[in-house]
């Protein structure tokens, strides 16, 4: 029990000791508080439960409380934070738990409470009211022969009268700590007010700026009579003007090459060169020296196969081709020469003299691949037509497989008698449309 006290009173010095000044920090005050104690409602939840005693409206009435005074004190730690330490009395029976080993009092004696603990406000002391929660710890005697220890917890409301005076009302729980206290509520309302005034904040007026120099305003060593820029430091060069900057690119025109055009400090006031005159300066050309587009970062387009034909026209921009063929390379065969007899998907001799061109330069480049579209007279039906042209084209894969053309570089369709390039009426016209074209793939 001394022990709580001691600590009850090391509390309130500290929190005095520590207290830093602000002017919603509150002062040392003293308050007069009536409350109301309240051991039958805990008695009641205890025996039950909380949610059974509000169905049941089964809690203590006025009458069944007791009524006591106390004096309190508190002092501000920080705007948020009041320490409060209380002292309080009242009269009644109280009803010792069956642990502590003492019977329940049957007449009232005198209770006496102390307390200590902070209020923990949600707002500062400048508004009208300020909601708070509170927590300490406190020790009581009772009928001079029984002290127990509790913890009280709770929260309550401000309200402010004046500069340094409040009205509080507030709850809270004191909780059994010690085996002859016993749990109950305490309900209070009461007046706080200041034991001082607030000081003053100490006002500190700076002393006034010496006056400038009256013949130099500007302080750049030029008298005024002779400044042509009184109130701006400059140099005798320009009349006590600052160095000019003609083209406000922040360089002064006596250390800028390029005065009239605005410019960078790297590159002694000029803009960023463009060597070749492409129009992309060369902190951003990657060719700088020779012409080039914005897209290519200021080289010129590539010409990826050295064909003399740039990639953005060359269909086969890895493989050197010729202009005619759109970069692409020729097979070096013509397509009239791959001959096949009327109804037949067998090459001939002379035709297979004529592929090996093809076999040349498709082994030469291997990254080339070819679609080989094989086409029919309109000798015969599509049903006919169709497959055969189909078998004419794969005729050509198989042979140039043969040779060592790997079959995944080349795809066969058949067009049938759908796309002729002479006329089917005459002989001539029709041994010229039974034949295989290729279409490079890169």
């Given at each position: ?11 309130g010095i500290s929190a005095t000791s520590f207290a ?254 463009d060597t070749d005159k492409d129009g992309i300066n060369?902190?951003e050309d990657k060719c700088p020296t020779v012409p ?151």
């Amino acid at each position: 029990m001394k022990k709580i006290l001691v600590f009850i009173v090391v509390l309130g010095i500290s929190a005095t000791s520590f207290a830093q000044t602000s002017p919603y920090k509150k002062l040392p005050s003293l308050g007069l508080n009536f409350f109301l104690q309240d051991f039958k409602t805990p008695a009641i939840i205890s025996s039950s439960s909380l949610s059974a005693a509000l169905a049941n409206k089964n809690w203590a009435k006025v009458s069944d409380m007791s009524a006591g005074l106390s004096v309190q004190y508190m002092n501000g730690i920080t705007d948020h934070i009041d320490f409060t330490a209380t002292l309080g009395g009242n009269f009644v029976s109280y009803p010792f738990r069956s642990v502590s080993g003492v019977a329940p009092a049957v007449n009232n004696k005198f209770l006496l409470e102390a307390d200590a603990g902070v209020n923990i406000k949600l707002l500062t002391d400048k508004y009208f009211l300020v909601p708070y929660l509170n927590a300490g710890i406190g020790a009581s005697m009772y009928g001079g022969n029984y002290f127990a220890a509790f913890v009280p917890l709770g929260g309550g409301l401000q309200f402010k009268l004046g500069e340094e005076s409040f009205v509080h009302i507030q709850m809270n729980y004191r909780s059994q700590v010690s085996p002859l206290s016993t749990n109950h509520l305490n309900y209070s309302l009461g007046f706080t007010s200041a034991l001082k005034e607030r000081k003053a904040p100490v006002v500190v007026v700076a002393p006034p700026p010496p006056p400038p120099p009256p013949a130099d305003t500007d302080g750049d060593g030029i008298i005024d009579s002779n400044d042509k820029c009184p109130t701006v430091p400059g140099v005798a060069k320009y009349q006590g003007c600052p160095v000019p900057d003609t083209d406000g690119d922040g360089i002064n025109d006596d250390n800028d090459k390029c005065p009239t055009v605005k410019g960078l400090a790297k590159y002694d006031g000029c803009p960023i060169p463009d060597t070749d005159k492409d129009g992309i300066n060369d902190e951003e050309d990657k060719c700088p020296t020779v012409p080039g587009v914005a897209r290519y970062q200021g080289c010129p387009i590539p010409d990826t196969d050295g064909d003399g034909i740039n990639d953005e026209e060359d269909k086969c921009p890895h493989v050197k081709g010729i202009a005619e063929l759109q970069g692409c390379p020729s097979l070096n065969f013509v397509p009239k020469d791959i001959h096949f007899a009327n109804g037949s998907a067998t090459l001939t001799k002379p035709s297979k003299i004529e592929l090996e061109k093809g076999v040349k330069v498709l082994s030469e480049n291997p990254v080339l691949k070819v679609s080989i579209e094989g086409h029919t007279s309109n000798t015969g039906t599509d049903k006919i037509n169709n497959p055969l042209s189909l078998k004419r084209a794969n005729s050509v894969k198989s042979y140039l497989v043969s040779k060592g053309i790997a079959a995944d570089r080349l795809t066969t369709t058949g067009f049938g008698s759908t796309k002729p390039v002479e006329d089917n009426k005459t002989e001539a016209g029709r041994l010229a449309n039974r034949r295989v074209e290729y279409k490079i793939q890169e």
